[in-house]
């Protein structure tokens, strides 16, 4: 599948918000695989389709967990985790699709212990793109200058906080990947 066909799709599958959202993180994407040396198509087009799933049916998105033999921890955490991975596996039935993007689409809410730079770029440039704006988000930022891994600390703790301020559970993996990026004193 190519950026324009990806755009296409998209363009037809999200609400107008959503895909506002979308370009800013093609955009952030786009210029975080030049900083930091990673293949600037996969980016572009791993970001385009990563909130493929985001507007699907729930039940639906539960089903594919189950028939996919997905973890079944995905059912138990609340329904905002299921687009990532269910979205990546739509896909792939779908378009053909770089294994290296279809990582990043799956990886981008919760992260993963040992995820690729690329996946890296998705996932902290869904959090910084131009249109979020909540509070902390220019100090994510400024993270990026630092160095990427840098970066994807700041922002499991910035979703990590946010978790726990709304008294929600947080699922393992998200902990999982904050132990693995985390700094060792
Ligand atoms: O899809 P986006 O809104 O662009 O961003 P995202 O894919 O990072 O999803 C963010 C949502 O996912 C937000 O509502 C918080 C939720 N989320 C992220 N990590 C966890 C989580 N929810 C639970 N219950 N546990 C997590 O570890
Ligand atoms: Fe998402
Ligand atoms: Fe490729
Ligand atoms: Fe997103």
């Known amino acids: ?28 994407a786009e210029r975080m695989a030049v900083q930091f040396g ?9 970001a385009m389709l990563h909130d493929y799933a985001k507007y ?3 039940e639906e998105m539960r089903r594919v967990v189950v028939e996919e033999g997905l973890d079944p921890n995905l059912l138990e955490y609340g329904d905002e985790l ?3 991975p269910v979205g990546a596996i739509l896909l792939s039935r779908q378009y053909d699709l770089d294994d290296a993007v279809l990582s990043a689409i799956r990886n981008h809410t919760t992260g993963e212990p040992g995820m690729s730079r690329l996946d890296q770029i998705l996932f902290v440039a869904d959090a910084i793109e131009p249109n979020r704006d909540y509070p ?14 840098a970066a994807v600390v700041a922002t499991l703790k910035q979703t990590i ?3 726990l301020k709304k008294s929600v559970r947080i699922f393992p993996l998200t902990i999982e990947t904050y132990n693995d990026f985390v700094n060792i004193p």
């Open 136 to 149: 902390g988000v220019d100090r994510l930022r400024a993270e990026v200058e630092r160095s990427l891994e």
């Open 38 to 46: 990673e293949e600037v198509e996969h980016a572009r087009i791993a």
């Open 82 to 84: 299921l687009h990532a």
């Open 161 to 163: 906080e946010f978790l």
């Open 56 to 58: 699907f049916d729930v």
């Open 1 to 28: 599948m190519t950026f324009e066909e990806a755009h296409e799709l998209i363009k037809q599958t999200l609400p107008e918000k959503r895909y506002i959202h979308t370009l800013g993180v093609v955009e952030t």
